[in-house]
């Protein structure tokens, strides 16, 4: 059975603190994905990555890193938390198929993040 | 650029009722599409998706989504809707002929299923 596991359910941080997010999975999968879910938004992709120690930034990056050391984790870094970005932190991993196109993504329980 | 239009944001159907989620996306190409479904306060979870062949697919929980390339939809359904099917329902897009495959979502549609 496929597992995305999120290391926290519910955090709660102060303004200005620096926060992790980790992400693992057990199917060992290329691609591990980052979304914000809000609500009236939807999903907007933070940041993604298809190997080890790459990255690439999504449609929303501003205020967030990441960190791929190894294969199966992939950490979300807020560098210093502010209170706009309390949200619904979802990781999701995928692997390629035969026509080199990602499969369908498998979505970790997410991270309720508040930032007071 | 691809995007996913969720036009309405909430559905009510009844128990026993035929439900429809409706979804209607934009993709330069051909698309991959994807139905996710997420219960309060959990993650997504895969339900069906259409990549090529049959325009009727079939998925999880009794799901399935008509393909229309001629109206670019891609509504979900279910013949006989059940109280447990009350959650957020999220449609996906992927276009194939991009470098690496972005999935976009939309923004949801909360279905409300009433006994």
């Known amino acids: 059975d496929v597992k995305v596991t999120q290391s926290s359910r519910y955090l709660v941080k102060r303004t200005g603190e620096k926060v992790f997010l980790e992400c693992v999975q057990d199917?060992?999968?290329?691609?591990m994905f980052w979304y914000r879910q809000d609500p009236g938004l939807g999903l907007r992709l933070i940041y993604f990555?298809?190997?080890?120690?790459?990255?690439e930034k999504g449609d929303i990056p501003e205020g967030y890193s990441v960190s791929r050391e190894k294969k199966e984790r992939f950490s979300l870094i807020l560098e210093s938390a502010s209170t706009n970005q309390t949200s619904m932190y979802l990781c999701?991993?995928?692997?390629?198929?035969?026509?080199?196109?990602?499969?369908?993504?498998?979505f970790g329980q997410g991270t309720r993040l508040t930032v007071v | 650029a691809q995007s996913v239009a969720q036009p309405e944001d909430q559905v009510n159907v009844a128990e026993g009722n035929p439900l429809t989620v409706k979804c209607t996306y934009s993709v330069s190409g051909n698309p991959y599409l994807f139905w996710y479904v997420q219960y309060p306060n959990r993650g997504l979870q895969f339900l069906l998706k259409y990549i090529t062949g049959d325009n009727l697919v079939k998925g999880s929980y009794g799901f399935e989504a008509e393909f229309n390339k001629s109206q670019t939809s891609f509504h979900l359904k279910k013949p006989s809707a059940l109280v447990s099917d009350s959650a957020l329902y999220f449609c996906a897009v992927r276009a194939l002929n991009t470098g690496f495959q972005k999935l976009v979502f939309g923004t949801g549609t909360r279905l409300l299923v009433s006994p």
């Open positions: 990555s298809y190997d080890v120690k790459m990255k």
């Open positions: 999701a991993s995928s692997n390629w198929d035969r026509a080199g196109v990602n499969t369908e993504a498998f």
């Open positions: 199917m060992d999968h290329e691609n």
